[in-house]
């Protein structure tokens, strides 16, 4: 049947009517904040590409911490950024390295009310800024996996409730499950980028992470942006392997890699609403050509839609802000 008996138009004439037939909806419940915690920060440091965004000392972590849990959301995701970085980025696994110190300081501050997501990777702790050990001028995969093991060890022993592998090394679920497991951690969780893209959107992060590498780039081994298919080839691996959430990073070129593993999983699947993201939109903002938080809202609300069921994102206060205030009106 067609015009005139069909008018679409019929149910958005009024908030409510609109209301009534909306078919998803972003709530605080699905946010998670991402932290930088910087080792031997006096004051915290702005990145200036992403406005909003600082470096963390350990003390302003831990409020920042309390303000998430006291807006209501549910996650933070720890980067830590060390004072010093080496070869086979040996602070990511120490006993007092900046996200285990993080890690017991937040779980003080915020006991239970709070989920913990730490970051597991080797970027931001290697001399030379690749996410593995590097050998012979590559990355080498099986290499990398003992030190992923060693670091989801220590960070469960900090007392993460969830370990995010970001390094895109081939079997580092179940390396990281196995690790767990025989430590002793079988109740810690995995949250794996299953489906990570070699993007340029992930510049000003690395300012924020100080970890750009320092010689070729990551798409030896983070995904081809023009590979669909292989992306749910990816996350179906990782369930395999073990992950307990899966992730698709970057959002917002990739709402239909969001929809694909949504349809293909049975987990709960993040979505990483990256730094270049949030900068575009932080940028086209200050400069007066977009609105800003109907932007905000748009965006996340259409990663929910694409199938998303939670979205890590540098927004997550702000919208947790305007998610309150909307349920006031
Ligand atoms: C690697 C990591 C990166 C991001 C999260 N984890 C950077 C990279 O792969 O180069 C990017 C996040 C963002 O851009 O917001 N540890």
């Given at each position: 049947m067609?015009?005139?008996?069909?008018?679409?138009?019929?149910?958005?004439?009024?908030?409510?009517?609109?209301?009534?037939?909306?078919?998803?909806?972003l709530s605080v419940d699905d946010l998670v904040a991402p932290l930088f915690v910087r080792e031997g920060a006096r004051e915290p440091v702005e990145v200036a590409?992403?406005?909003?965004?600082?470096?963390?000392?350990?003390?302003?972590?831990r409020k920042e911490a309390a303000e998430c849990a006291a807006l209501g959301i549910p996650a933070?995701?720890?980067?830590?950024?060390?004072?010093?970085?080496?070869?086979?980025?040996?602070?990511?696994?120490?006993?007092?390295?900046?996200?285990?110190?993080?890690?017991?300081e937040l779980r003080a501050e915020a006991?239970?009310?709070?989920?913990?997501?730490?970051d597991l990777c080797l970027d931001e702790y290697t001399d030379h800024g690749h996410c593995g050990?590097?050998?012979?001028?590559?990355?080498?995969?099986?290499?990398?996996?003992?030190?992923?093991?060693?670091i989801a060890a220590s960070q469960a022993a900090a007392g993460a409730d969830i370990v995010a592998p970001s390094g895109m090394m081939d079997g580092q679920v179940a390396a990281i499950r196995e690790a767990l497991d025989s430590a002793g951690f079988a109740e810690t969780a995995i949250m794996s980028y299953?489906?990570?893209?070699?993007?340029?959107?992930?510049?000003?992060?690395?300012?924020?992470?100080?970890?750009?590498?320092?010689?070729?780039?990551r798409a030896g081994y983070q995904m081809d942006p023009a590979n669909a298919?292989?992306?749910?080839?990816?996350?179906?691996?990782?369930?395999?392997?073990?992950?307990?959430?899966?992730?698709?990073?970057?959002?917002?070129?990739?709402?239909?890699?969001?929809?694909?593993?949504?349809?293909?999983?049975?987990?709960?699947?993040?979505?990483?609403?990256?730094?270049?993201?949030?900068?575009?939109?932080?940028?086209?903002?200050?400069?007066?050509?977009?609105d800003e938080p109907r932007a905000m809202m748009e965006v996340l609300g259409c990663i929910r839609r694409a199938g998303a069921d939670m979205v890590?994102?540098?927004?997550?206060?702000?919208?947790a802000r305007m998610l309150l205030r909307g349920r006031e009106a």
């Open positions: 067609a015009f005139p008996a069909q008018r679409p138009c019929r149910l958005r004439r009024t908030p409510v009517l609109r209301r009534l037939v909306r078919e998803t909806a590409s992403m406005p909003g965004q600082v470096q963390h000392t350990i003390e302003s972590a933070v995701v720890l980067f830590g950024v060390p004072a010093t970085k080496d070869a086979t980025g040996s602070g990511a696994d120490r006993e007092d390295g900046i996200v285990q110190r993080a890690l017991r006991g239970d009310a709070l989920v913990l997501i730490s050990v590097v050998r012979d001028g590559r990355v080498d995969n099986d290499a990398t996996l003992d030190r992923y093991r060693a299953a489906a990570k893209f070699a993007s340029a959107m992930y510049g000003p992060f690395r300012d924020a992470a100080e970890c750009a590498p320092r010689f070729g780039d298919r292989e992306a749910v080839r990816e996350a179906l691996a990782d369930v395999e392997e073990g992950a307990d959430i899966v992730m698709v990073k970057p959002a917002l070129a990739y709402l239909d890699i969001v929809r694909a593993v949504a349809e293909a999983t049975r987990v709960p699947l993040a979505a990483y609403n990256v730094s270049g993201e949030y900068a575009m939109l932080k940028a086209a903002a200050a400069a007066g050509w977009i890590i994102t540098y927004h997550a206060k702000d919208a």
